[in-house]
């Protein structure tokens, strides 16, 4: 029998090299050129809300999670949520349909005072209860602080959310974003209202005003705990879809004015070629959590982005 060929390690090598440069040629072939221009045109489809949310007072946590659940998850609408202040401008609501505002006008720069403070006392009941009765002690001894408020919305911020809605985007505010249009004249042109402040968190029934809006579609009177808030309503009264009443009969005062028991809660008008909903429960998770008022979110952000409308 003729004895097979030893072939030498470089041969082997050199086979072995062109084997695999031939299998990688072949799977260059198989792929398509299409397949690759596709893959690199390929570029994330921006979100169609943009929503700024969360301060002080609210935190960005609790509302990241309803908004994710009513819009996101239930409506399959994609979002943009940030607690960044900053980032509101016209350059990033360019290519947005819509904008949410769930946030009040106010900043504290140097801090809330030194821990132990009557402000930072109200927020540790808040989230730990007995934190009140507990000393604060520091070795070093901590600073003193003092707390000191502004307002974050600058002239061009506000110019570039009104020039959004009257080119045609869409604008959905929350509770406690009527303290922003206290301290700018652009913003509450668009929101058409101004803080008048709240009581106490207390029960208050959202009670229909006009039912034969879009916005309206199969809602009632639904009850909340929550902030009852007033507010300086600058538009139409025709425009009022809901109003918040204190069944009790508590009254509401602010800066030595009696501002009764009754609120608008919920309004909506066209603005320029946009269009603009306030919706005022959202201190407490809860109050976003009441089945109605999910209904009714989900209702503006149908009509605000014209969905068969």
Not at 85 to 102: P, Q
Not at 150 to 160: E, F, I, L, R
């Amino acid at each position: 029998m003729k004895p097979k060929p030893i072939l030498s390690k470089k041969s082997i090598t050199r086979r072995s090299a062109l084997t695999s440069i031939a299998g990688l040629t072949a799977g260059v072939a198989l792929a398509s050129p299409s397949v690759f221009s596709s893959a690199e045109k390929k570029v994330p489809e921006k979100a169609k809300i943009f929503a700024l949310i969360g301060d002080h007072y609210h935190n960005s946590e609790y509302i990241r999670t309803a908004l994710t659940h009513d819009i996101v998850k239930n409506m399959g609408i994609s979002t943009k949520m940030t607690d960044d202040y900053s980032s509101l401008n016209a350059e990033t609501l360019e290519g947005y349909e819509m904008l949410i505002v769930h946030r009040d006008g106010r900043i504290f720069p140097n801090g809330f005072g030194k821990p132990g403070s009557v402000r930072e006392g109200r927020k540790a009941i808040a989230f730990r209860g007995g934190m009140k009765d507990i000393p604060i002690i520091s070795d070093p001894p901590l600073e003193s602080a003092t707390i000191e408020m502004s307002s974050w919305m600058q002239p061009h911020q506000g110019q570039a959310v009104r020039d959004f809605v009257q080119n045609g985007g869409s604008a959905l505010f929350f509770h406690n974003v009527t303290d922003v249009g206290s301290s700018n004249n652009d913003f509450r042109d668009v929101l058409g209202a101004a803080y008048a402040g709240h009581p106490p968190i207390r029960s208050f029934k959202v009670k229909v005003k006009k039912s034969d809006h879009p916005i309206m579609e199969g809602i009632t009177d639904f009850v909340v705990t929550d902030e009852q808030h007033f507010m300086e309503y600058d538009k139409d009264p025709e425009y009022v879809l809901m109003e918040s009443v204190n069944e009790d009969g508590l009254r509401h005062s602010y800066k030595g004015t009696d501002m009764g028991t009754t609120a608008p809660a919920v309004w909506a008008y066209d603005y320029g070629k946009g269009r603009v909903c306030y919706l005022e429960p959202g201190h407490l998770l809860t109050a976003h959590w009441n089945p109605m008022y999910q209904k009714l979110k989900q209702n503006a952000v149908r009509w605000l982005l014209r969905q068969g409308q």
